[in-house]
Structures are given as C-alpha cells and as structure tokens.
C-alpha cells in the first residue's frame, strides 16, 4: 500500500488572491471621491448655515469700530440659548429687503421706547419709566446722534429690536426704517478675521441700566 505523501501547504497559506485591479481601482477611487466632497458638503452646508458664515462689511456705518471691507465671521448659536442684548453688533436683513445683509449695534430691546434727543440716546423701559440716558463710549464724541425728525421716540414690540450704526451720520438703520425683527436677524458679530491687524474676537459693548 504506498503511503500518502505529506500535502505542501506553504503556497496556499501564502497566497491570497488581489482584485482585479484594471476593473475596479479606478471606480473605486472615483467612488471615494464622491463620498468624501458630499461629506465635505454636508459639513460645509452645516457650519454655514446652523453655526458659522463669514460676511465683508460694506460701507463705513460702522466707523471706526468696523471698517469698510472688513472680514467678519458671525457667529449662529448665542441667540438659541439667549436673547438678543443691547450693545451686541448683529448682521441682519433689514425689513422689505430679504436680499441685503446689514451690520448695527442694538440699542433698544423689546417692550422698550427709544428716544433721541440733544445728540442723546433715552431709553424708557419698566426699570426707567421716565428714562434712562445711556452712555455709549464706543461712539467718538465729535460724531452725533441724530433723528430723521426732532424729538422722535420709537416704540419697540414684541420681539422687535432697535438698531442703530456707529457711525451715526452716516447710516442707515432703526431711525429711517423703523424696528428690527428678531426673525430677521442671521447672527452676532464673532470674529475679525481680515485685515490682519483687526484680527480678534469681536468686543461687544456692555450697557448697565
């Protein structure tokens, strides 16, 4: 009776069969491709419009704290967790122009009346039934505050805020086209990004009633 020889099972321990790689790598590659920029797109998407979007100040109404073409990032989580604040610099589409985005401090809350008078800015509210003037340092004493008409008071609502430019001369805001709505509003002012020598965390003033 012969006696079975010993099976060799080196080579088919050490083989493993490759795909072919003419058919495949290439589809695959694509494949990857594809997956990763849809990926990159949903993040993008996100950040954009849930967290974070960048915008280029436009004009000199914000002078001299925000120059003309300034590279901003605005910031879309603050006002989930709390209300808008007075001195917070906000961008925004103004009312009837969904198209346009706009850059202004807010002065005036809800279920507040503002009144601009003698170059000052008055705020009536619960706390200050006969008013309260408020101090805005960030305003250069040689600029004025200035109604369309003498002695004009605004009445703010329900979730309405009233904003007005740094550059109060030159601006165009809450005075010529009345309260802001809180739906309106897109984010607060975050980070300077350009030019270089703003760079920063953006400083939001604080006002003490």
Same mark, same amino acid.
């Given at each position: 009776?012969?006696?079975?020889?010993?099976?060799?099972?080196?080579?088919?321990?050490?083989?493993?069969?490759e795909p072919n790689t003419d058919k495949f790598s290439f589809?695959? +590659? %694509?494949?990857?491709?594809?997956?990763?920029?849809? %990926?990159?797109?949903?993040?993008?998407?996100?950040?954009?419009y849930f967290l974070i979007q960048p915008f280029i100040v436009d004009g000199n109404s914000m002078l001299p704290n925000?120059?003309?073409n300034e590279y901003l990032l605005v910031e879309k989580i603050t006002y989930r967790f709390h209300e808008p604040a007075r001195g917070d610099v906000i961008v925004f589409h103004p009312p009837g122009q969904a198209s346009d985005n706009y850059?202004?401090?807010?002065?005036?809350?809800?279920?507040?009346?503002v009144e601009?008078?003698?170059?000052?800015?008055?705020? +009536?509210?619960?706390?200050?039934?006969?008013g309260i003037?408020?101090?805005?340092?960030? %305003?250069?004493?040689?600029f004025e505050t200035l109604a369309d008409q003498p002695d004009m008071k605004y009445k703010i609502g329900l979730n309405e805020y009233f904003v007005l430019g740094d550059n109060r001369e030159h601006s165009s805001d809450s005075r010529e086209w009345g309260v802001l709505p809180k739906d309106n509003i897109i984010g607060r002012s975050w980070l300077n990004i350009y030019p270089f020598k703003n760079f920063g965390v953006i400083k939001h003033q604080s006002f003490s009633l």
């Open positions: 009776m012969d006696q079975e020889q010993p099976k060799d099972w080196s080579n088919s321990l050490n083989k493993i069969d589809l695959e +590659f %694509i494949w990857d491709l594809v997956k990763t920029a849809v %990926i990159v797109l949903i993040i993008a998407f996100g950040i954009k925000f120059e003309n850059i202004k401090r807010i002065i005036g809350l809800p279920n507040e009346t601009i008078k003698d170059n000052t800015v008055t705020i +009536f509210n619960s706390d200050h039934p006969s003037v408020i101090d805005e340092p960030f %305003i250069p004493s040689d």
